[in-house]
């Protein structure tokens, strides 16, 4: 609790929230997490992530649930496609909705039996370390979020956001 994770993690915003001891409800074991990456309130690529052994590995698909070829965080699985998941029309629904007032944000769902459920919102997946091999894959998924903005409105965004704009003097 005594370290400034923001900070550390160059996710700044955490910084200015109040740290707190959060305990969230078991789901169950071995769920998959859908990860939808979403651009000004539309998901457009959603990925699913699986290790086996050793391995970590990380399938994209688009909106209509077919298998992209990126090989981004980890490796593409070889010969594995997922199976689209039941609930994936009202999956992306929410993913629009959650995702509406934001240029960038990956909405993280887990489908359970007969519901969908919230794993997080995050702006900087990966600690702004998201990363593909190939970097022509990487520039597909970064050329709807070029900023048009410095980090300074962004940083003033997250404070206003936040509730604590009041709190600095600028």
């Known amino acids: 609790m005594k370290i400034d994770y923001g900070n550390f993690q160059h996710e700044f915003y955490y910084s200015f929230i109040k740290r707190k001891i959060f305990v969230e409800e078991f789901l169950g074991k071995n769920l998959k997490n859908y990860k ?5 309130g539309k998901p457009k690529y959603v990925y699913v992530s699986v290790k086996e052994g050793e391995h970590k590995y990380r399938n994209f698909y688009d909106m209509d649930w077919n298998l992209l070829d990126f090989d981004c965080l980890s490796e593409r699985h070889p010969t594995y496609k997922y199976e689209k998941p039941k ?8 993913a629009t909705k959650l995702s509406y007032d934001f240029k960038f944000v990956r909405v993280d769902l887990y489908e ?10 995050t702006f900087t997946p990966m600690n702004s370390h998201f990363g593909c091999r190939n970097k022509k894959h990487e520039a597909i998924l970064g050329k709807d979020i070029i900023a048009k903005k410095t980090i300074y409105d962004y940083f003033i965004f997250f404070l206003d956001y936040m509730g604590i704009y009041d709190y600095f003097f600028f």
Do not use: A
């Not at 609930?87 to 929410?94: N, Q, S």
């Open 36 to 40: 939808f990456l979403c651009y000004s």
């Open 87 to 94: 609930l994936f029309d009202l999956m992306k629904e929410y």
């Open 112 to 121: 359970l039996i007969n519901e969908v459920r919230l794993g997080e919102l």
